[in-house]
């Protein structure tokens, strides 16, 4: 399946120590095989088409997507630092993915 990967995402990620970049990477590269069908641990639905890729321990990395015309668009990558993402990095996901998908 084809995935399409914000540039601020690489950026982000590229950013992070091997491991964790190496684990996040994975991540990808399980939504790009599964699609739809990923689910928890690894994805989990956030309200408003937006879905997010999971990455637990430490740091824990949190990549938001949606899918236009059936394939994954991850709009967003940030370090998750409190119980809830914060609705301000929701609202940017939204708008990224709008912008994106026309």
């Known amino acids: ?15 992070l120590d091997a491991p964790v970049r190496s684990e996040a990477y994975k991540l990808l590269d399980l939504l790009e ?39 994954p668009v991850v709009v967003i990558a ?4 409190r119980s809830a993402l914060p609705q301000s990095a929701i609202e940017l996901a939204k708008r990224r993915f709008s912008e994106y998908c026309k």
């Open 1 to 15: 399946m084809k995935i399409v990967i914000l540039f601020t995402v690489h950026t982000f990620l590229d950013k």
């Open 33 to 71: 095989q599964y699609g739809h069908s990923l689910s928890m641990p690894v994805a989990k639905p956030i309200g408003g088409g937006l879905w997010e890729l999971r990455l637990t321990g430490r740091p824990q990395i949190r990549m938001l997507y949606s899918f236009c015309d059936g394939f």
């Open 78 to 81: 940030l370090q998750k630092q």
